[in-house]
């Protein structure tokens, strides 16, 4: 399967932990995105990286939160200091970049994340 | 700043009948507009998208959305809806570099048998 995968799938923590989730991309994408998504709601843009370059960050990104893609292939995502406001599903996606693909972003199925 | 407003948070229609789902966006620069869709229990994936040229596209199973530059707005139509058309759809723009996508907060259609 070549899709987006994201690990772990769920995860419950206790406020004050740290979390890390980690996406892998379709391989041939050079483009990443981080999205999160409560209930009721649309996916909201946290950050974007193409290869291995964050270039856009949104101000929902606290400094607890950190987001990396090291060589620009998979992305991982923490989370430090966990607060119950920070219960969502995390979602992961990846696209290639150019008019020409047209900006179709691949989604992942996402981390649903339970902070208690 | 971008933004998204999707009209009707949930739409229930009786198969085979017609269905609108509305979508307006704001912004102050030239932008491409996207409907995705989430079927139960499974991830986003991409229904249809405008970039340029012709205000009417569609896809693959039947659904179409026009653009409307002066009401910015993109909605979307079905003539005829299936039972499995049931799902949540989400509308979304991203300027021109493509990279910061703005989504609604999705219409939840229901298709009643």
């Known amino acids: 399967d070549t899709g987006v995968s994201q690990n772990p799938r769920h995860k419950i923590t206790k406020r004050g932990q740290n979390v890390t989730f980690r996406c892998d991309p379709i391989?041939?994408?050079?483009?990443l995105y981080w999205y999160r998504q409560t209930l009721g709601q649309g996916p909201e843009f946290l950050t974007y990286?193409?290869?291995?370059?964050?270039?856009?960050k949104s101000r929902l990104l606290s400094d607890r939160f950190s987001a990396e893609r090291p060589k620009g292939s998979f992305s991982t995502l923490e989370i430090q200091r966990t607060e119950q406001g920070d219960s969502a599903m995390y979602l992961c996606a990846s696209s290639q970049g150019g008019r020409e693909h047209s900006f179709e972003q691949f989604f992942g199925p996402g981390t649903r994340l339970t902070v208690l | 700043a971008q933004s998204v407003t999707q009209l009707d948070s949930q739409v229930p229609v009786f198969e085979e009948a017609p269905v609108e789902l509305r979508c307006n966006y704001s912004s102050s620069v030239s932008v491409y507009l996207f409907w995705y869709v989430q079927y139960p229990n499974q991830g986003l994936q991409l229904l249809l998208k405008?970039?340029?040229?012709?205000?009417l596209v569609e896809s693959i199973n039947g659904f179409e959305a026009e653009f409307n530059k002066s009401q910015t707005s993109f909605h979307l139509r079905k003539p005829s809806v299936h039972i499995s058309d049931t799902a949540e759809y989400f509308c979304a723009v991203s300027n021109t570099g493509g990279f910061k996508t703005i989504f609604g907060a999705g219409t939840r259609l229901f298709v009643k048998a």
């Open positions: 391989s041939e994408h050079n483009r």
């Open positions: 405008y970039l340029s040229g012709s205000t």
């Open positions: 990286f193409q290869n291995e370059a964050q270039l856009e």
